[in-house]
């Protein structure tokens, strides 16, 4: 992803005019002035999707002054001067919660509000709908009256600017010194430029990354307005102003889970719904007797639900799913994270009622304390002379940036008290691997992954490479250090490409300085600076949440799933296929391109499947994401005995490993619609490694096969399917 130190400045000036010629090309493309298609006429790229090697445009062509690593035509991101480890880390920026009904105007609704509105000429004049939600009954919120919203979050998308309503969640002396009532510039250090507004799109148009805050039990409409720039060709390159967000993993109806096709444009906003139930809720503990199943209550009591508790979920994330635009705009700033709390991952780690975990977190609230519990995105950076973010959309291995950044700053420190810690991390990069380690090789406590407790928790002094949106959440007891002291989060995996990873390093090599790829090593000093004002009360239990049982309900139905090169397309839409190089085969048919008009699977209502995910080969690697179902793994590779550990709680990503399998199970209920499953290089993802599911028979206003939103700034139109695969609809 980036010319090795030693290459020539002969080679660096070549990489350098073969970038400014591909970045004509791909600020074209981006902006919508030509087509992909188009390039393939013109021989610029091919039918795969491949960069055409031609001498003066791809850096990857070989010539007299080339080498066997392989560039991306971006040059090192210039760093002006500053040092690692000489700026505080932020934590999150929380967002507000209002009381709903009363704080949304205008209010929301089940089914979309389709009151129109003017749309500006450059998106074809005329009028369209205030909400970009497709219409009618199909795309109501399911289960409105059962969960009607309690809290009303209102967020905005745009373009970077200063933030001057920062709200950590804890005081300065607990975020490192931060004074949040200082405004806080868009930059990723205080000594490089501020970022432009076309450069750095994000939740709010400010820094840090927005924190979400629920809790099982109390229902949260989210209305997201877009605010990017009416006109296509201001992003900065790259990026486009159409979005779909996608609460990654949540339980709720397809209407409110960021599908790829049901995106909106500016000057729209789109309500998601998120019931924030236990999954089983209508199938499970009906009587809501079980203590273990609810959420907090603001005396510190719970309040109890129906539904499965084994389903609680904890720490997820909320990011674009634009289609073949994921990649762009989740890089440019679109990604949040999201804290659920639970009866039994209170946020407080003093009330001890045999049913709260009393995980670290602090003790001042009856829930929801960040105090001791950090929520961390990882995220690989690349810019340009300037100072601005800057992204290689051609290079659909898959993009990787040459700066480590967490929370979106550049190699911060954080300053900890002498106790136990919760981190809740997320790789939030759209191609690169993380492996982590501390630089002492002590243990780290592992709990959880992909927002699921695990049902004990592991040490380890090495975590497990951590695929693209996976999430680990990791206790770290920074008592064994002495006040002053230091040590440092270090990453050990080494990447050559974008494809998977090249090698894990020892921490030795890690730490050395010796590897090409510069992301490796120290990216997050902790600094222990006191000892705590209280004793910590918190504790790691030995046992957490069980695994549901599923053994007992009959399976419906296997389907096998293979993530390959290759691709070919067999529909034509202009809106929702795509030529890619990356491709998705099903039931041993052939490889297909991302089409989200075409169902590839249907499970039926109420039922559990067995799902088989192989990786096609080649070297790569696949971190595979299933919306709205969580799955427990049965086998890698063919046997249990492969499941490590770590892998033995319920998960929603399931990384393959080249020339591997993996297989599992999962139950389909609740809410119905349409989803996606995906390859999570969100490179790959976009070329075109993704695909629609739905679920059949989940009853009301639900038709087989459901129809396809197609998003106009003037409304939403729906067409047929383009393809239904023979297999989908397995009885």
Not at 177 to 195: E, K, M
Request: hydrophobic share 35%; charged share 20%; net charge negative.
């Amino acid at each position: 992803m980036f010319l090795p130190r030693k290459a020539s400045r002969a080679r660096l000036r070549e990489a350098e005019n073969a970038r400014r010629n591909r970045l004509e090309i791909l600020t074209a493309l981006s902006q919508k002035q030509i087509t992909r298609r188009e390039l393939i006429k013109w021989g610029l790229i091919t039918a795969g999707g491949l960069i055409a090697p031609i001498h003066g445009l791809s850096p990857f062509v070989r010539s007299a002054y080339g080498s066997d690593n392989i560039p991306t035509g971006l040059p090192r991101s210039p760093l002006f001067g500053i040092q690692a480890f000489t700026q505080p880390m932020p934590r999150f920026d929380v967002l507000p919660r209002h009381p709903e009904p009363g704080f949304l105007n205008p209010a929301p609704m089940a089914q979309a509000n389709t009151t129109q509105q003017p749309v500006p000429s450059v998106l074809g004049g005329g009028t369209g709908p205030i909400e970009g939600r497709p219409p009618g009954p199909i795309w109501a919120h399911q289960r409105w009256d059962q969960f009607p919203p309690q809290v009303a979050v209102e967020v905005t998308q745009e373009g970077a600017k200063v933030n001057t309503v920062y709200n950590p969640g804890v005081p300065s002396s607990l975020n490192s010194g931060i004074n949040a009532s200082a405004p806080f510039a868009p930059r990723f250090h205080p000594n490089l430029p501020d970022q432009g507004p076309l450069s750095l799109w994000t939740f709010n148009g400010t820094l840090p990354p927005k924190l979400l805050i629920g809790r099982y039990g109390e229902p949260i409409l989210m209305r997201h307005h877009n605010r990017l720039p009416a006109d296509p060709r201001h992003n900065g390159g790259f990026g486009l102003h159409t979005i779909s967000t996608h609460e990654h993993n949540g339980h709720h109806g397809a209407e409110n889970d960021g599908f790829t096709g049901a995106f909106f444009f500016p000057g729209q906003f789109y309500d998601y719904h998120y019931p924030i139930c236990h999954g089983g809720y209508y199938s499970f503990n009906t009587g809501a007797t079980d203590p273990r199943c609810g959420g907090p209550e603001d005396d510190g009591g719970i309040h109890q639900y129906p539904g499965d508790w084994r389903e609680t979920m904890g720490t997820h994330w909320f990011h674009d799913h634009m289609f073949s635009f994921t990649a762009q705009n989740v890089y440019k700033g679109n990604a949040g994270m999201f804290n659920i709390y639970s009866a039994v991952d209170r946020g407080n780690e003093e009330i001890n009622d045999g049913v709260n975990l009393r995980l670290p977190s602090g003790t001042a609230k009856p829930w929801g304390n960040l105090d001791y519990d950090v929520n961390l995105m990882i995220s690989d950076k690349a810019w340009d002379a300037n100072g601005q973010l800057t992204m290689d959309i051609f290079d659909m291995d898959g993009f990787l940036g040459d700066v480590m950044t967490v929370n979106l700053v550049y190699k911060p420190y954080f300053e900890v008290e002498r106790r136990k810690y919760r981190f809740r991390i997320l790789n939030g990069c759209v191609a690169r691997f993380c492996k982590i380690a501390l630089s002492d090789a002590s243990p780290m406590i592992m709990i959880g992954n992909d927002g699921n407790l695990f049902p004990s928790p592991v040490v380890l002094t090495q975590l497990d490479e951590q695929g693209i949106a996976e999430r680990y959440d990791i206790v770290i007891d920074f008592s064994r250090y002495q006040v002053g002291q230091k040590v440092w989060m270090v990453n050990l995996v080494e990447h050559d490409d974008g494809k998977g990873p090249k090698e894990d390093l020892s921490i030795r090599e890690a730490l050395s300085g010796d590897s090409d790829d510069p992301c490796v090593g120290r990216f997050l000093e902790f600094r222990i600076v006191r000892d705590p004002p209280r004793p910590d009360v918190s504790r790691v239990p030995s046992t957490m949440i069980p695994n549901p049982d599923l053994s007992k309900i009959p399976v419906a139905a296997h389907r096998t799933f293979e993530f390959k090169r290759g691709a070919e397309q067999t529909t034509n839409d202009p809106i929702s296929s795509f030529f890619g190089e990356w491709g998705i085969r099903v039931d041993g048919d052939d490889t297909l391109a991302a089409d989200f008009g075409r169902i590839s699977a249907a499970p039926k209502f109420g039922t559990r499947e067995i799902w088989t995910l192989k990786n096609g080969g080649g070297g790569w690697d696949h971190p595979i994401h299933i919306h709205f179902e969580e799955g427990q793994i049965l086998a890698r590779d063919g046997s249990a005995s492969n499941v490590p550990a770590w892998e033995r709680g319920r998960k929603d990503v399931y990384r393959l490993r080249p020339g591997g399998s993996v297989t599992i199970t999962m139950q389909f209920r609740d809410f119905g619609g349409m989803f996606m499953e995906h390859c999570h290089n969100t490179t790959h993802e976009d070329n075109a490694m993704l695909l629609r599911w739905e679920i059949d028979g989940a009853g009301g206003a639900f038709l087989k096969p459901l129809p396809t939103p197609i998003p106009t700034p003037q409304g939403v139109q729906f067409r047929d399917p383009t393809d239904v695969l023979p297999t989908a609809f397995k009885k």
